[in-house]
């Protein structure tokens, strides 16, 4: 009872990350990435498409330089602007699977 139904997603999302921390499974800079975006005042290269807002442009270039499974979006964004635009467009693209490996 002292949990009410909308915080219980929240507090599992907690539990999740804690026991993952104490595993040592837990990527620090991607979590501060998931929860902040892209926070630094660095001016980045101009972004390729008119379609991609200078905040997402700037969250995709932050996430390439994490590296690991992000190494190559910026390279895979230019590479194949079509699929990802074909996901863009869509009304619910968070329901569908990244184009490419993601």
């Known amino acids: ?9 929240m507090f599992s999302f907690q539990m999740t990350t804690m026991i ?13 990435f998931f929860l902040k975006g892209n926070t630094s005042l660095d001016a980045i290269e101009s972004k390729p498409f008119k379609w991609i807002s200078v905040n997402g442009w700037k969250d995709a270039v932050r996430l390439n330089e994490l590296g690991g499974t992000w190494a190559t979006l910026v390279e895979d964004l230019r590479d ?3 699929q990802w635009k074909a996901w863009y467009d869509q009304t ?7 184009p490419g490996k993601y």
């Open 1 to 9: 009872m002292g949990i009410f139904e909308i915080h219980k997603l």
């Open 20 to 32: 993952m921390d104490g595993e040592e499974e837990l990527n620090r800079e991607e979590l501060d």
């Open 80 to 82: 194949h602007e079509k």
């Open 92 to 98: 619910a693209p968070e329901e569908s699977e990244l």
